[in-house]
């Protein structure tokens, strides 16, 4: 016990030296002003003063928040809601990250408060503290709550695909820029997480393809994506998952031999023979899967291996959690409600929580029970597998994909795939393997695999699930600094 003890004192020594440094910057956000004032009056509408936040007992510092429309049309009913955050960093006051959560319809205000945002509240946390790996270190950071339907935004959805999400996106952010004028003529990068995926790569070339004269994009960041089909990225790569995470997947033999029968039956087990560096072609599908009139690749019932195993664990962790596989009883609680109701109130649904940030009174949802696609649900194409998401790498300066290990809904492995069977500047797939213990968090050591091709950065992240810069945040932070240009490689 005191041996244990006593490496549980050097442990915490050694985590407060390491958060020192980024505490000191984050903590001297309180001590000065912004580095960026606007003119415009309609902005002052918008401020956020850092000291009257709810629940914070820190200055956090300036910001702006509220609701903007993505039209000027003078009858425009469709609202975003955003939060404004600028650098506490004068290096970097010329640079402006977009912020979207997934879903669909998931909030961005996720993002802000568990994630990458200045004010740290996540799962566990009494109290909010600052975020020393906060994006705001390295940039101006807008979150998003997009598209309409989705958190405080206002409107009725009226969206189909993601070039249309992408439309109003880029509204959006002309009426911003008019507002916030002082940030015309940023460099600009987009980023997001899960669903964002597909939102990020479309935005990201929608804005390519009808170029925003005030803003200079860069390029994207995005983690834990969909990007392919979910056959790709979840039934494929299910039983080796599972394998791989035996010990928080303990099945009898019994259960194991009938998730074995799935995989072999549906062509899973051996699909993977064909991912090879460099591929030697456009990959095939599995056996279990057939294409849709409409060109959506499906896949039957009988071969649904990965809802089947979530069933099955969650009868021995009744806390099972997909977005992070290891995690087991108790279940930490959120503010936010997610992935467990365990928390006394959700901050955002509090009225004096969206008094302070301009929102409307209304029953904010982390993710909403609405469609947000008019119709039954996105009719887009998966950007991997179409040229939405290689003509992103190819006008980019840098572009990342980043992937934690523990995180189940989204599979890194199929993540692999999607990207051995994309061709992007004149390529198909990475020509040299991804070389594992080769990604090296600073004053930490190995901690994951990464492999950067033809602009394309891919990495993996040990101890994270779907939630990178949440569960990993100083992993993450390395990744973003290297697409923001601030490092030279994301790597030590």
Not at 10 to 34: C, G, I, N, V, Y
Not at 72 to 98: M, Q, Y
Not at 291 to 315: R, S
Not at 420 to 438: A, H, L, R, V
Request: negative net charge; hydrophobic residues 40%; glycine residues 8%.
């Amino acid at each position: 016990m005191s041996q244990a003890m006593d490496l549980r004192r050097k442990q915490m020594e050694r985590f407060q030296t390491l958060m020192a440094p980024a505490h000191t910057q984050a903590e001297s956000l309180a001590k000065r002003d912004a580095l960026i004032t606007f003119k415009n009056p309609k902005a002052k509408e918008f401020y956020v003063d850092g000291t009257k936040i709810p629940e914070v007992n820190f200055d956090a510092g300036p910001s702006w928040s509220g609701l903007l429309p993505i039209s000027g049309h003078a009858n425009e009913t469709r609202k975003l809601f955003f939060w404004f955050w600028p650098t506490n960093n004068a290096s970097n006051v010329n640079d402006l990250l977009f912020w979207t959560n997934g879903g669909p319809g998931c909030s961005s205000l996720e993002g802000f408060l568990q994630e990458n945002g200045p004010i740290s509240w996540s799962w566990g946390q009494s109290e909010p503290t600052p975020n020393p790996w906060s994006w705001t270190n390295l940039s101006n950071v807008l979150w998003v709550e997009q598209p309409v339907g989705t958190g405080f935004s206002q409107g009725v959805p009226d969206i189909s695909n993601d070039d249309e999400l992408a439309a109003q996106v880029a509204g959006f952010m002309e009426q911003f820029l008019e507002v916030f004028s002082e940030l015309k003529g940023s460099n600009f990068w987009v980023s997001g997480e899960s669903y964002a995926g597909y939102y990020v790569p479309y935005i990201a070339n929608y804005l390519y393809e009808h170029p925003n004269p005030h803003l200079h994009l860069k390029g994207i960041w995005i983690s834990d994506p969909t990007i392919s089909w979910f056959l790709v990225q979840s039934e494929i790569p299910a039983l080796r998952f599972v394998q791989a995470n035996e010990n928080v997947f303990p099945f009898n033999s019994t259960v194991r031999a009938q998730l074995q029968n799935i995989s072999d039956a549906c062509g899973f087990t051996d699909y993977l023979d064909h991912v090879t560096y460099p591929p030697t072609g456009l990959l095939p599908l599995p056996r279990g899967a057939f294409l849709d009139p409409d060109g959506t690749v499906d896949f039957g019932d009988d071969c649904e291996i990965n809802g089947l195993i979530q069933e099955l664990v969650t009868e021995i962790n009744p806390v099972f959690d997909i977005y992070r596989v290891t995690d087991t009883f108790p279940s930490p609680w959120s503010v936010l409600g997610f992935p467990q109701s365990t928390q006394k109130f959700i901050y955002f649904n509090r009225t004096d929580v969206q008094d302070a940030i301009h929102a409307p009174h209304i029953d904010w949802e982390i993710c909403s029970e609405e469609n947000v696609y008019v119709g039954f649900g996105d009719t887009s194409v998966p950007p991997a597998a179409n040229n939405v998401l290689p003509n992103v790498i190819e006008k980019s300066e840098r572009v990342a994909i980043v992937h934690g290990l523990a995180d189940m809904i989204l599979i890194a492995e199929g993540a692999r795939i999607a990207i051995q069977n994309m061709t992007w500047n004149g390529k198909q797939g990475f020509q040299t393997p991804i070389e594992p213990e080769s990604f090296i968090v600073d004053n930490m050591g190995v901690y994951g695999n990464y492999h950067t091709e033809r602009n394309l950065t891919y990495v993996e992240f040990y101890y994270s699930g779907h939630q990178t810069p949440q569960f990993v945040p100083w992993a993450a932070y390395q990744t973003i600094a290297y697409v923001l240009g601030k490092r030279d490689s994301p790597s030590a």
